[in-house]
């Protein structure tokens, strides 16, 4: 059977409709780039689930690897199933260059067709609320992922020092409170100009991405 080739806005196609079907009710930003030499899809979205649970999603529709032990790239092709998920069907790998990627085959599945994707790459990005303004929903924002990784609900501001067995999550606690003040602060000087409120802008997402890359 001759392999299809899908471009990389067809890809895109078919990992909006796998993130839809994985995690109904979330919102995903899908977007392709095609450049001199590849092609890529970039995911982003705003909270719910973790990167490496979209990755596994997103992830199947990658038609290459890179082994950065020997600098080389290797390519796959795929088996795409009846339901619009997909398996490799085949990748040389990179062991046989002295790398560490193994090579891949697979028979084919019961139904499946045998693709090339267009996107080299699919990169997933988690983030948090654009409003930096609104320095309430960035602690909760934060608050409530730290809650999670805890086993703990998240009941607001209010939570007790008790609910929780991690100093960690003590620390990183004080500091968003401490960021969230600092939001509010900065945020309604309404006296500087615009250049400075920008640089502020940019300070105070570097310090939440330093805060919460940790916990994505």
Known sequence: METKYLSCAETAKLVRAALKKNFPGVKFSVRSSVYSGGASIDVSWVLGPTTKEVNAVAGQYESADFDGSIDMETRYDHWLLPDGSAIVKHGPGTEGSMGYIPAVA????????????????????????????DETTLINQVAADMCKLQGVAWNGP??????????????????IIVLGCSLKEEGNNKNENKDKQTT?????????????SSFK
């Open 200 to 212: 502020k802008k940019k300070r105070i997402n570097m310090s939440v991405h330093r805060l919460t």
């Open 106 to 133: 697979n028979p084919m599945p019961s139904g499946a067709i045998p693709v090339s994707f267009g996107a080299h790459y699919v990169q997933c990005q988690r983030r948090y609320a654009d409003q930096w303004e």
């Open 158 to 175: 209010n939570l007790k020092k008790k609910q929780c067995n991690h100093y960690r999550y003590h620390k990183c606690y004080v500091s």
